[in-house]
């Protein structure tokens, strides 16, 4: 079976510009959980979905927003974005909150 | 503010040798527990979940319990080189919130040939 999917893998953005990541959990999963993740720190929470409705939001400035799909894949914007926002940016899926949780490969964003 | 610590490290233990990880929550009412692995530069994986206090054993690995004392550990029993990365402790709070993972900064491990 398929896992967690993200694209893109690798993403090079300026300050000030917008970026939107995506995820596909695996199939079942109707959960999409979205960390950010920094050098030498464990995954921060940013949002969880769970049947297209948001669920929880972390301590993330308003610039980050998140959907999920008829499909259940999501989506995770950030606006305006701040050197500060460079990170490993993960999507782990589950079939409810917060279950066992199974991580994508990740988008590795870097801000200039 | 909810918080789940490990210590950083780096442990270094030999190979063959068991390895221990610990790790403390702050929450009292944390019902689900689990241990990630996150070799560098990949994103975590998870290796054991536990929900009641005691052991649990799969493979090599042990994750021990304790919601008296606010505490949860990770043995592994014949350490071997492949063992070698970080390992995340996660918690999440009872059934009624938005139950995220609250994630501890991970204990780097090191087994030695």
């Known amino acids: 079976d398929a896992g967690v999917t993200q694209s893109p893998t690798h993403l090079i953005k300026t300050r000030g510009q917008h970026v939107t990541l995506r995820c596909s959990p695996i199939?079942?999963?109707?959960?999409v959980s979205w960390y950010q993740q920094v050098l030498g720190q464990g995954p921060q929470f940013i949002f969880q979905?769970?049947?297209?409705?948001?669920?929880g939001r972390g301590n993330f400035p308003d610039r980050f927003s998140a959907r999920q799909f008829p499909n259940y894949s999501s989506e995770l914007n950030v606006n305006a974005l701040l050197l500060g926002d460079s990170a490993l940016y993960l999507c782990?899926?589950?079939?409810?909150?917060?279950?066992?949780?199974?991580f994508g490969p990740g988008t590795r964003l870097t801000v200039t | 503010q909810k918080e789940v610590e490990q210590n950083s490290g780096p442990l270094s233990v030999p190979e063959g040798a068991i390895a221990s990880l610990n790790c403390t929550y702050s929450?009292?009412?944390?019902?689900?527990f689990f241990w990630y692995r996150q070799y560098s530069g990949k994103s975590p994986e998870l290796i054991m979940s536990?929900?009641?206090?005691g052991d649990k054993e799969d493979g090599r690995f042990t994750a021990q319990l304790n919601k008296a004392s606010q505490y949860v550990s990770l043995l592994i029993r014949d350490s071997q080189p492949s063992d070698s990365a970080t390992y995340l402790c996660?918690?999440?709070?009872?059934?009624?919130?938005?139950?995220?993972?609250?994630f501890g900064s991970g204990t780097q491990l090191t087994v030695l040939p």
């Open positions: 199939s079942g999963h109707k959960s």
């Open positions: 979905y769970y049947e297209k409705e948001e669920r």
């Open positions: 782990a899926s589950s079939y409810d909150p917060p279950g066992e949780q199974y």
């Open positions: 996660a918690v999440a709070p009872p059934s009624g919130s938005a139950r995220q993972l609250t």
């Open positions: 536990i929900y009641s206090n």
């Open positions: 929450d009292r009412g944390s019902q689900s």
